[in-house]
């Protein structure tokens, strides 16, 4: 078995973190470089373009299975993932004598084929798919399609690779951001002699709160803390180097494209300044709906009229380079006042994100809850002392966020599950109350205990009133608690609402069907 | 299901009218044929029981008292004109197919089946019919098991890693059947073996109707010297509960069919999950149709539709029967089991 495979096996065989990193280490001490570079690129989003679409991916593997298109299609549906399905199916079909390649030379086959005429493609990839096992097929497709998550965060990669090469995990971390790819970097140049002027678009690794989990009493002097709102947008980083300004995502996504006025506005920064903030659909000094931002997020290279339409700004909390020098390592007073005077309230498109100044932690409670009326979702508090870290971190800085919005609705359509599921409805659709009659207005997962679901998927077996294909209506008898995150008018939706992040909270056993919520009461919400 | 056959779906199970008896009936019914001792097959109520001598301990042991009447393997029996024979199928000890026949009709119900030998159960006999009634659990062509030594040699391999760690290993798999397969096949030499109270009570149940199993001690037995790098049998039931608290340091891992698809195993919250089937594959199923040489076949348990389809696609008689069996169970596993002993 290659040693690639071997990692991501053992990542997969332990949900014990210690393990996963014995394993990378393992895979560190023994890999060529390109092979560890390449591992550092897929773990870290990097892969080459995907070669083929999803449906000649799924056309082309049911043939070298010799399984009908929609037998392949059944399978899918159950084992909820194409590339495992593609690998079990073909797993009987292989050849007895696998070829074990490293990382590398498949990273260079997938690219070869990506650049193959169509006809050409399909065979080179059946063949490349009968020569792999199981293990090595299923990790190639991930590899493929992207999605690729197997089990190890980033920060877990990160650690290992400070521990291997005995460089801190901050310089790691930042060394493996921004724009480089196998194709161009060495590992070497990359991980032990970065040149800092060599990629100027290069972000820092983002400092993330956790969310609060002890009374905000106990955080002591309140005049001790930064607080802000926590804002419902798209985290991001703003940079001007060498008189260019890149914008990154959190998703370490470079996304300046999608936002050429925001770029222009920050043109008037000084070279070497690099921003931590919010980026939000925003218009005269108030936060739009989450929705609009997603259009413009989705959107390369936007038309005035999209500009227009979906207004955007960034809301910006921190300093983390200025002058070309890293600030990280100062406290956040001095990032602060020295931000206040780079940005002042001059600037259009890039403002300052308010602090409150607040006299006690009653007062704070109280503004978390009136945060909601700005579009934010609570608070950020922010220890005055605190360095800028990198990755989650605990102690100097919280998230205490709003509880989500809830409301009490009934089940009335259910649907089998995936994978494990298969033969457990666990898909479901709810409804509230309008003109005395049930309006369906959302979709929910999850929540549910093992038990629970049991019990769920025998009500819904025995109370079953109509089918359409996999769908059943069911009894209106049952009342969960639905949790969202936010709500906001919606044509297509026969309620006239959609929901984000819907989920189920809780199996309201002792609640009747007459007392679920009604559509007023959720439109309430808007 | 064919008009005025031998055998008909009643909304209380399969049922052969001619004969007056029920066939692994779901409900208070009658008179039942019992395929085997699963929960799902062997339900509490029936007035009286027939089944292979093993499957009427096993079901003194999980229902009480009840009725049974035992018969072999291979033994034809008249009852009220109508022929009925148990043949195995090699799915646990004692389990068994029911051939049906009168006059010219011959039916089969394999209740739960896997045609590879597994060491423990009487291994699997195709038996010829006209009409097979078939389980289809595993009934699509992503579940392909690997020989059983394979399995049984990488179940040993993480048990031995986990000891020379420091760790204990706790295996979840359903108490009749798959735990005495793992049973059988574990290394004894890598250390104690153990056993959850639902799975030494089966196992006493088993041994005394003359199943062969290796040795296995009762956990509630086990002192924390004991303990040190030895494996523990324990039932799905038990994972997540506080039972396990005493076998700190410990690795747990599930043994199932379900296991082939990572969903499956992160759902289960696992360290690890080990491929192993008490049923049969998607090779074993269309090899099992095509050795009956039945013209019409009915589908029980897991993918019916697909598998019904497919069937049809090759030219057979396929339909769907809607029944209330499990197939193969991670968490079903009654609440008794869990009693049996903490
Ligand atoms: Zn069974
Ligand atoms: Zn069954």
Known sequence: ?526 | MQEAGLIQLSSKGLYCAEGDFFIDPWYPAGKAIITHGHSDHARIGQSAYLAHPTTCSVMKHRLGEVNTQALNYEQELMINGVGVTLFPAGHIPGSAQVRIRKGKETWVVSGDYKCHADGLSEPYVPVTCNHFISECTFGLPVFHWQPQGEVLASINQWWQQNAVQGLQSVIFAYALGKAQRILNGLDPSIGKIFGHGAVIAMNQTLHAAGVNLAACQAINQASKEDLKGAIIIAPPAASGTPWLNKFEPYRTAFASGWMAMRGSRRWQAADRGFVLSDHADWKELNHAVESSGAENIYLTHGYKAAFAKYLQSKGKRAFELDTLFEGESLNHSSEKELEANV
Not at chain 1, 277 to 282: K, S
Request: net charge neutral.
């Open chain 1, 1 to 526: 078995m290659s040693n690639w495979v071997t990692l991501f096996e053992a990542i997969e065989a332990s949900n014990k973190t210690s393990d996963k990193v014995k394993a990378l280490l393992a895979f560190f001490e023994i890999a060529e470089e390109e092979d560890k570079l390449w591992l550092i690129a897929i773990f870290t989003g990097r892969k080459p373009k995907k070669p083929i679409t999803a449906t000649e991916m799924r056309q082309w593997s049911a043939e070298a299975a010799g399984v009908e298109q929609w037998l392949f299609e059944e399978c899918y549906s159950v084992v909820g993932d194409v590339s495992e399905t593609i690998a079990l199916l073909l797993q009987t079909k292989s050849s007895n004598q696998p070829i074990n390649y490293s990382l590398s030379q498949l990273m260079h086959e997938l690219i070869r084929i990506g650049k193959l005429p169509v006809a050409e493609k399909k065979e080179v990839l059946q063949n490349l798919w009968l020569s792999l096992d199981k293990g090595s097929c299923f990790l190639f497709n991930k590899m493929m399609t992207g999605g690729f998550r197997i089990g190890v965060s980033q920060q877990l990669l990160v650690q290992a690779l400070a521990t291997h090469l005995k460089v801190t995990v901050p310089q790691i971390a930042h060394r493996i951001m921004g724009n480089w790819s196998p194709l161009t970097h060495q590992f070497q140049e990359l991980l032990l002699n970065p040149n800092s002027n060599a990629d100027a678009s290069k972000p820092y690794p983002f400092y993330l709160a956790y969310p609060l989990e002890i009374n905000p009493e106990e955080l002591g002097d309140v005049t001790q803390w930064q607080i802000e709102y926590k804002w419902d947008g798209i985290r991001c980083q703003l940079i001007k180097r060498n008189n260019q300004v890149y914008l990154w995502s959190r998703g370490e996504e470079l996304i300046s494209d999608n936002f050429p006025d925001l770029i222009a506005a920050a043109m008037v920064l000084p070279n070497g300044t690099v921003l931590d903030g919010e980026l939000m659909a925003w218009e005269h000094n108030a936060a739009l709906p989450f929705a609009l931002l997603q259009k413009r997020i989705t959107r390369h290279k936007p038309s005035k009229k999209m500009i227009a339409d979906c207004p955007c700004a960034i809301l910006i909390y921190d300093l983390l380079e200025c002058n070309g020098i890293d600030f990280r390592t100062q406290e956040l007073y001095i990032r602060r006042s020295k931000l206040a005077e780079l940005i002042g309230n001059e600037l259009p498109l890039l403002h300052l994100s308010p602090t409150l100044h607040l006299k006690d932690w009653t007062d704070v409670a109280k503004a978390r809850l009136e945060s909601r009326n700005l579009r934010a979702e609570g608070l950020m508090l922010k220890s005055a002392q605190s360095p800028y870290q990198s990755g989650r971190k605990r102690g100097d800085w919280w998230k205490w966020k709003v509880d989500p919005y809830q409301i009490d609705a009934v089940l009335v359509y259910a649907q089998k599950g995936h994978g494990r599921r298969a033969n457990f409805y666990t898909d479901y659709t709810f409804a509230v109350w309008h003109q005395q009659k049930l309006v369906t207005f959302t979709k929910a997962y999850s929540g549910l205990t093992d038990k629970e679901i049991e019990m769920v998927d025998q009500f819904v077996k025995k109370n079953t009133l109509e089918k359409f294909g996999p769908v059943r209506t069911v009894k209106p008898e049952l009342v969960f608690e639905i949790g969202f995150e936010g709500i906001q008018e919606s044509a297509r939706h026969k309620s006239g609402v959609a929901l984000r992040f819907p989920r189920i909270l809780k199996w309201r056993t002792d609640k009747k069907v007459e007392d679920a919520n009604t559509l007023d009461e959720l439109k309430r919400l808007l």
